[in-house]
């Protein structure tokens, strides 16, 4: 089961920053907060990922919370071709043991609006 | 660089037959993963490889389901004999070594399997 709490929809209008909040309460030291995101029918798509550090790339910003129960992915200029289902996923890292998949919630369905 | 790619993107068969999927991974990720949507379910894990041997297959659902990956390159998912509820969308992920402490995982596009 998925171990994230997402709310279930977000709107956003085109320009502005969306901020995704995840609730990861239980995450353990050595799990790492990974956001995918899907759009349509495609695959899962890869965003970013962290441990306890704030991250960025050239897709978005992570947030992490100090005591690491919640983030937030933040894309600072939402366009109409991010709409998308966004996933906050946690899993453990430094390991290929079994239990190391990716595990899928429901995520948040991101409608960017004009 | 290519990314994953999965054949073919579609599949409808009858019940009681025999599907083959196909995944390309990543050249040179030697992870290999299958996860599985079927209609109005999230998106569930099934198997994964390291290179040609099944490091966690906890997610396959039943024996009708056979995993390959012989030689450690591309992988195949069989599907015999295909039941209504296989219907759904099949996606194949590969990652490299654990970089940075953790591996990230990259998608295909998905197979859509349709089952009539």
């Known amino acids: 089961d998925a171990k994230t709490t997402q709310p279930p929809s977000m709107d956003c209008a085109e320009g502005r920053a969306a901020n995704l909040p995840c609730n990861h309460s239980t995450i353990s030291g050595n799990e790492y907060v990974y956001w995918y995101r899907q759009i349509h029918s495609q695959g899962p798509q890869y965003i970013i990922h962290?441990?306890?550090n704030n991250e960025t790339n050239e897709m978005a910003s992570l947030i992490i919370t100090e005591d690491r129960k919640s983030s937030t992915l933040i894309l600072p200029h939402a366009t109409l071709r991010d709409t998308a289902v966004y996933y906050c996923i946690v899993r453990v890292g430094g390991t290929f043991n079994a239990g190391n998949m990716l595990t899928f919630g429901g995520g948040t369905r991101l409608m960017v609006k004009p | 660089e290519a990314g994953v790619t999965q054949f073919p993107s579609h599949s409808v068969i009858e019940k009681g037959q025999t599907v083959t999927l196909r995944c390309d991974p990543i050249s040179g990720h030697d992870n290999l993963y299958w996860y599985r949507r079927v209609m109005g379910k999230e998106i569930k894990f099934l198997l994964h490889?390291?290179?040609?041997?099944?490091?966690?297959e906890s997610g396959m659902p039943n024996n009708r389901f056979l995993a390959e990956r012989t030689g450690g390159t591309y992988s195949t998912l069989k599907v015999q004999p295909a039941e209504l509820e296989d219907s759904g969308v099949y996606f194949c992920?590969?990652?490299?070594?654990?970089?940075?402490?953790?591996?990230?995982?990259?998608f295909g596009p998905g197979t859509r399997l349709t089952v009539l």
């Open positions: 490889f390291v290179k040609e041997s099944k490091q966690d």
């Open positions: 962290g441990l306890k």
């Open positions: 992920a590969s990652s490299q070594d654990i970089q940075r402490g953790t591996d990230t995982q990259y």
